[in-house]
């Protein structure tokens, strides 16, 4: 009898012990599903999102590249579903931020080379009002089959593209350093409202601000552009920057990585940065990473030869620059270059056409002034396979993306 206990007794015992096992299986599942959402099952699990035991990589459909923790994730979806409706000739195009041509030769330019998007110059706003503006820029969205990202330089002091015509901006844009002296973070930040607005009402989607270089120095190049403060205090301006340009929902680009310092004019010649890696680490990349963490979608590389990074190359055309910038900062947004046509890059190349050395070192969008010459060579790269059709695809779709995210692209 007491033998028939004991074996009741172990039997209820290991009913227990299987029970717990069970129980703690589930909860480790449920541990695992983000607060918010729900569980999925392993076969609906999205290509955009893939799970860390895989290679974020080319999917099965359009060779499109979804990275993990992509900032522009939400979007990733909607960016590959169009790619894989794109022409060749329309991908190559995507990939260029071109100097507008005026609105006379914009609509077939539009036509013939798709380009991404326009950067428009103070001459293509002079003695206009702000509806001969939105009327042109209205007719180049119309032609464009894709959204144009179109873009300014609007820094404020030094750099006003817009405001420098009285007919669109009573007064120019005050420089960073002017602002906070006036009226601190707070001046800042109702500037960054009003300039988006401004820019957003007369049709452009894009601000190549705010410049995240750190400059102390009054005789530096970039220093006039700059915070004009200690790499902390420009962290907290780019922050501040960034967070308004996204509530007003105008895109915004942190210029010039990997930080400027106090070298030369690459827009006269070729420059060299000799600084150590350091100094970059512990003070240029300050505003970067802050930025970045704030959500800018763009970052723009300058053409700065940092030797400590890559001694050979200017940066705009370094994979080991892009390197830092996607590795070592975490950024997942869109990497463009400063415009190739500058002496630094005419310079350092003979004359040679950069598009396809720019776009392989890691650049997503090219900004150029010879749109023709500099599409005709990417699309020869691409026809020849010097650069791959998945390379194409991983910066269009990223490209695509980031229109979606801001409502250019519907």
Not at 15 to 30: D, P, T
Not at 358 to 384: I, K, R
Request: charged residues 20%.
């Amino acid at each position: 009898m007491q033998q028939k206990k004991n074996i009741a007794l172990l039997v209820v015992c290991l009913l227990v012990i299987a029970g717990a096992a069970a129980m703690g299986f589930h909860f480790k599942q449920a541990a695992e599903v983000p607060v918010g959402g729900a569980a999925q099952p392993e076969s609906t699990v999205s290509s955009v999102d893939p799970s860390p035991q895989e290679d974020p990589g080319q999917s099965a459909d359009n060779g499109a590249i979804a990275p993990k923790n992509e900032i522009f994730s939400d979007y990733m979806e909607q960016a590959n579903q169009k790619l894989s409706t794109m022409t060749l000739e329309e991908r190559v195009g995507q990939v260029f931020l071109a100097r507008y041509p005026g609105e006379a030769d914009a609509a077939e330019q539009i036509k013939t080379l798709h380009p991404g998007g326009y950067v428009l110059f103070a001459n293509d706003f002079k003695d206009k009002t702000k509806t001969n503006v939105k009327q042109e820029l209205k007719n180049c969205q119309s032609v464009s089959e894709i959204p144009l990202i179109l873009g300014v330089d609007e820094e404020g002091g030094t750099v006003v593209r817009v405001s420098s015509n009285t007919a669109l901006a009573p007064k120019r844009f005050s420089s960073p350093q002017s602002l906070y002296s006036q009226g601190g973070m707070a001046a800042v930040r109702e500037d960054t409202r009003q300039k988006s607005q401004l820019l957003l009402e007369l049709g452009l989607n894009l601000n190549l601000a705010p410049v995240a270089d750190v400059s102390t120095d009054r005789s530096d190049f970039i220093y006039s552009r700059s915070f004009g403060m200690s790499a902390q205090r420009t962290a907290e301006y780019v922050e501040n920057v960034v967070t308004e340009m996204n509530k007003e929902n105008l895109s915004g680009v942190l210029k010039h990585f990997p930080g400027y310092g106090n070298n030369e004019d690459t827009h006269t010649g070729i420059a060299r940065d000799k600084r150590p890696m350091s100094q970059f680490t512990e003070t240029d990349f300050l505003p970067f990473t802050a930025g970045i963490e704030a959500g800018v979608p763009c970052v723009l590389v300058s053409h700065i030869i940092v030797e400590c990074m890559d001694a050979e190359q200017p940066a705009s055309l370094s994979a080991k620059v892009h390197q830092i910038l996607r590795e070592n900062l975490g950024f997942t947004g869109v990497i463009m270059t400063d415009d190739l046509s500058m002496e630094a890059i005419t310079e350092y190349t003979g004359g040679e056409n950069p598009a396809v050395a720019a776009f392989l070192a890691g650049n997503d969008m090219l900004m150029c002034s010879d749109l023709e010459q500099s599409y005709q060579a990417l699309l020869e790269a691409v026809q020849q396979g010097e650069v791959t059709e998945e390379r194409l695809n991983e910066s269009v779709a990223r490209i695509l993306a980031w229109k979606y995210s801001k409502g250019i692209l519907s």
